[in-house]
């Protein structure tokens, strides 16, 4: 298995069926992205990509209150998030989600000034980072 390098924080699911293992990159540190259901409980059942249903919708909700720090503004946007973005990743083909392309949706749909420093910290620290292509397993 190649290594990522790079300080970017990644969410990325391998190729398979649902329910979609998801997980988040960011240095040299991997976890499980934590789906959320205590926020709301849209898929007990897991995750899933490439159509608008439960499962996008958790995972949508999911990623949003990773990448953002506040699940409030998460519950808020994670329907629009899951349509324009989760429903039009691969369903069963391997994708992947950078942070800073989560916070760029959320600014491009809200216009929130507050998510602007959350973007300006991610750019200084992903200037330069590449994501090799084989980095994941």
């Known amino acids: 298995m190649a290594s990522l390098t790079t300080s970017k924080r990644v969410y990325w699911s391998p190729a398979g ?4 293992a998801v997980f988040v990159k960011e240095g ?5 992205l934590d789906p959320r259901n205590d926020l709301f409980n849209h898929s007990p059942d897991g995750f899933a990509s490439g159509y608008g249903g439960s499962g996008p919708a958790q ?3 999911a990623i949003l209150a990773d990448a953002t720090g506040d699940d409030r503004l998460a519950v808020k946007l994670h329907q629009g ?4 973005v ?5 369903e069963t083909e391997l994708w ?4 800073a392309d989560v916070l760029n949706w959320i600014r491009d749909e809200t216009g929130a000034d507050k998510v602007l420093g959350l ?3 991610v750019q200084s620290d992903e200037t330069d980072d590449e994501v090799d292509d084989d980095w994941y397993y």
């Open 17 to 20: 069926y649902p329910p979609r």
């Open 28 to 32: 040299e540190e991997e976890r499980t």
């Open 59 to 61: 995972l949508a909700l």
């Open 81 to 84: 998030f899951k349509w324009e």
């Open 86 to 90: 989760i429903a039009k990743l691969p």
């Open 96 to 99: 992947l989600l950078t942070r």
């Open 119 to 121: 973007i300006r910290e």
